[in-house]
């Protein structure tokens, strides 16, 4: 069984990699930079690397770059896809053309290639949520559930906005080409760093260790490893279908800093908030999907939490 994973590198696909290697997959990760050390030791370091894990470069603006790592493959597990979660300079460059175009990239491989039998395609609860409907503790956000890339657009929501018209593009394309494709739509991902550099969604939780001010917002969130997980399992359990949507809860992040005060109490964490006005209301994620037919069992917030600070530890991005 041999597959591909893109954007291997990065903090979610770096544990899908893992997992696929601990299961006798042979996978080829795809990476922009094969010879940076940054971006590819951990990776060779793997359990069963040496005998299974082959690199390929490939960049998602270069037509055909995923040619010959998708050629021959009986699964492509497509995660990359630049993450931007504050102020950009010109989105389109930076967030939609590698996610948008990038995505058809790899899709146009996969076409060209029969022996693909499925692809899983990390999406984002991003491409779901963003729309007029009101988000108040009541509300259930499911899988029917799409983005408005126009209300992503008045919001400056450019990163929401790339996610949306990848994910958009990706099953304009899958239901003309005849592709089987699942896509997996996470919350903000919490969870130990395999790779050596801090990815976005784990920056937030650095911030609030640090003693900074948190941001008036409500967030879902779900472990690396049960994301990683359920891209494993969208492949192999064969009438998985659709889209899949990922959370243990959604919480404010004055939710999220008490947590990580009750855990480090000698830590300096602020009860404080950025902006002194009404808290944003949390809503809810339904997982009923994942639960039931991928048989995903969600690791708490707070083991998830306790593995993020404990990852930053050990790789010295914070000293206590
Ligand atoms: P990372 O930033 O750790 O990984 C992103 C990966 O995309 C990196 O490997 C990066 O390569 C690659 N990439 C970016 N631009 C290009 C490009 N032009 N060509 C080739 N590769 C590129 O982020 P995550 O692991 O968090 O995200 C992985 C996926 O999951 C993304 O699709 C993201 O949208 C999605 N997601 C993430 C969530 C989260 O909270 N983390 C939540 C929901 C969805 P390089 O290392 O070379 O920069």
Redesign the pocket.
Known sequence: NVVCV????????SWIVKFLLQRGYTVRAT???PSNPN?VDHLLRLEGANERLQLFK????EEGSFDSAVDGCDAVFH?????RLGPVNDPQAELID?AVK?TLNVLKSCAKSPSVKRVIF?????AVIFNERPKTPEVVVDETWFSNPDFCRELERWYSLS?TLAEDAAWKFVNENNIDMITIN????SGPLL?SEI???VEPILNLINGKQFPNKSFGWVDVKDVANAHILAYEIASACGRYCLAERVIHFSELARILRDMYPTLQITDKCEVDEAYMPTYQISTEKAKKSLGIDFTPLEVSLKETVESFREKDIVNF
Do not use: I
């Open positions: 893109t954007g291997a590198s990065g903090f979610m696909a990476v922009r930079e971006k490939a960049d998602l603006l995660t990359a896809s630049p993450v590698p990038g990390t999406s984002s609860v991003s996610k996470p919350v903000m991902v790779q990815n976005e969604s």
